[in-house]
């Protein structure tokens, strides 16, 4: 069992930054890809960000890259998402992930709100 906990969340102006936390406790955390995703009312949820066990490898759609990086540190068992540059299409609710080694998302944090005033 993996338990995660989302923090940084908040209210900005477009076209700033905020970063993202996400603490985990349990099982290994080192073991498991991680990923980051968002939800906004009404849309289908939608990830953002993904991560390798090591963290040398990284993912992201088109709609964040270049703005959104996602991090990690394996001896502070936490994964981070930096993200610039922010838009209020970027507003939702984000949940972070733990993926098993099939690459299913098995454990999910509770969420954080970010919302990007325009």
């Known amino acids: 069992q993996v338990q995660l906990v989302e923090s940084g969340g908040g209210l900005v102006p477009a076209g700033d930054s905020l970063r993202l936390s996400c603490a985990a406790s349990?099982?290994?955390?080192?073991?498991?890809?991680m990923g980051w995703s968002r939800q906004a009312p009404g849309k289908e949820r939608e990830f953002v960000a993904r991560i390798s066990p090591s963290g040398s490898s990284k993912y992201y759609p088109d709609s964040v890259k270049g703005r959104f990086t996602i991090s990690r540190d394996n001896a502070k068992n936490t994964v981070y998402l930096q993200m610039n540059n922010l838009k209020p299409e970027d507003t939702a609710v984000y949940y972070c992930?733990?993926?098993?080694?099939?690459?299913?998302?098995?454990?999910w944090g509770q969420g954080t709100q970010v919302t990007v005033s325009s």
């Open positions: 992930a733990a993926a098993d080694g099939l690459g299913a998302y098995v454990y």
């Open positions: 349990g099982r290994t955390f080192s073991a498991y890809a």
